[in-house]
């Protein structure tokens, strides 16, 4: 979350529920609105952070992505639009290293 408001985010919501899904960050820079999926892998892991983003994990966050765009943001003149990123958390000798993706999928 530092990330993105170093980047001049504002913070909307972290692990928000929308139906039987979970976004775990909903952010805001000026129009637009962005839904965030973080993923942290540890060195051992059989896949990159990135490479758990597999066509099912991605199908479900754009559908809650869309029902959210639906529910909360369709309606409102001061968004244009809603935007889905993917970060990337890492930890070499205890600090946080992010890779971030505008506009993942």
């Known amino acids: 979350m530092e990330h993105l408001e170093r980047s001049g985010a504002s913070i909307l919501a972290t692990n928000l529920r929308v139906g039987r899904a979970e976004l775990d ?6 129009p637009v609105v962005m839904v965030v999926e973080v993923r942290t892998r540890g060195r051992t ?8 983003l597999d ?7 754009r559908r809650a992505a869309e ?3 639906k529910q ?15 970060a990337s958390v890492t930890f070499v ?4 290293v992010v890779e971030y993706v505008k506009a993942a999928f």
């Not at 003149?77 to 935007?83: A, E, G």
């Not at 000798?93 to 946080?96: D, M, Q, V």
């Open 72 to 86: 909360r943001y369709r309606d409102d003149k001061t968004v244009d639009r809603l935007r889905i990123d993917a």
């Open 93 to 96: 000798e205890g600090r946080a």
């Open 55 to 61: 066509g099912k994990k991605r199908l479900r966050i």
């Open 45 to 52: 892991s059989w896949t990159s952070a990135f490479g758990s």
């Open 67 to 69: 029902r959210l765009w």
């Open 25 to 30: 960050i909903v952010a805001r820079v000026g």
